[in-house]
T-cell receptor, first 114, second 116 residues
Framework: AQSVAQPEDQVNVAEGNPLTVKCTYS??????LFWYVQYPNRGLQFLLK????DNLVKGSYGFEAEFNKSQTSFHLKKPSALVSDSALYFC????????????WGLGTSLAVNP | DTGVSQNPRHKITKRGQNVTFRCDPI?????LYWYRQTLGQGPEFLTY????????KSRLLSDRFSAERPKGSFSTLEIQRTEQGDSAMYLC??????????????FGDGTRLSIL
C-alpha cells in the first residue's frame, strides 16, 4: 500500500537558521512527490513537486526539497527560516495510474522563533 | 484572484439538517477533488471528478454524502442528515488534466462545517 510518513509532529527553529521538514514515502512505481503549506483557516498552498530529473527541486518562497530514491525520502529545506514560515507542512505522493489521487502525510507543524 | 473558490467559508447547522457546499475551480482545470480535514490531520480524499464524470468515491463517503459537477465546471457537495462527526473542514481542489499524475492540485480555503 502507498503511504507517506512525516516523522516529526513539530519542528522548532530559530529565525535565520536552516530548516528541514522530513518526509518518507512508500509506493510501487515511480513517485510524484509534492509539498504543500497550510496557514490557519486556509486551504493548502502548493510549494513544489518532484516528477523526474534533478533530485534537488526549487519551489516557492525559497523552499527546496531533495529527492533521495535510495532512502525513499523527500525532505523539505530552506537555508534561512523566517517567522512567517511558521505553518503546517504536508508531504504528498501519487503515482501514475491511480486516478491522480494524492496520499498525504499527517503534517508537520513548523514554528520559527524570532 | 482566479484561484479555487469555496462557499460558504463557514457553516453552522443543527444535527440532522442538510447542507450544501459549492466549489468553483480554476477555470481551465478539468479535474476537481473534494477532501475532508479534521484538526491535526492531513486531508482525507472524498471524491474526484474529471470534467462532469465522478471517477472515484472514497469508502469513507457514506450514502449521506453526494457530490455533483453537472457541467464540468463548479461542483457541489451535499451532506444529508448531518451528524456530529461530520464537523470538519471540507476542501476542494482542482488540477489540470492531461492523463498524468504530476499536475499539482490547487486548493480553495475550504468550508468549515460545525454541527451543533
Amino acid at each position: 500500500a502507498q503511504s507517506v510518513a512525516q516523522p516529526e509532529d513539530q519542528v522548532n527553529v530559530a529565525e535565520g537558521n536552516p530548516l528541514t521538514v522530513k518526509c518518507t514515502y512508500s509506493v510501487s512505481g515511480n513517485p510524484y512527490l509534492f509539498w504543500y503549506v497550510q496557514y490557519p483557516n486556509r486551504g493548502l498552498q502548493f510549494l513544489l513537486k518532484y516528477i523526474t530529473g534533478d533530485n534537488l527541486v526549487k519551489g516557492s518562497y525559497g523552499f527546496e526539497a531533495e529527492f533521495n530514491k535510495s532512502q525513499t525520502s523527500f525532505h523539505l529545506k530552506k537555508p534561512s527560516a523566517l517567522v512567517s514560515d511558521s505553518a503546517l507542512y504536508f508531504c504528498a505522493v501519487s503515482t501514475a495510474g491511480n486516478n491522480r489521487k494524492l496520499i498525504w502525510g499527517l503534517g508537520t507543524s513548523l514554528a520559527v522563533n524570532p | 484572484d482566479t484561484g479555487v473558490s469555496q462557499n460558504p467559508r463557514h457553516k453552522i447547522t443543527k444535527r440532522g439538517q442538510n447542507v450544501t457546499f459549492r466549489c468553483d475551480p480554476i477555470s481551465e482545470h478539468n479535474r476537481l477533488y473534494w477532501y475532508r480535514q479534521t484538526l491535526g490531520q492531513g486531508p482525507e480524499f472524498l471524491t474526484y471528478f474529471q470534467n462532469e464524470a465522478q471517477l472515484e468515491k472514497s469508502r469513507l463517503l457514506s450514502d449521506r454524502f453526494s457530490a455533483e459537477r453537472p457541467k464540468g465546471s463548479f461542483s457541489t457537495l451535499e451532506i444529508q442528515r448531518t451528524e456530529q462527526g461530520d464537523s470538519a473542514m471540507y476542501l476542494c481542489a482542482s488540477s489540470a488534466g492531461g492523463g498524468t499524475a504530476n499536475q499539482p492540485q490547487h486548493f480553495g480555503d475550504g468550508t468549515r462545517l460545525s454541527i451543533l
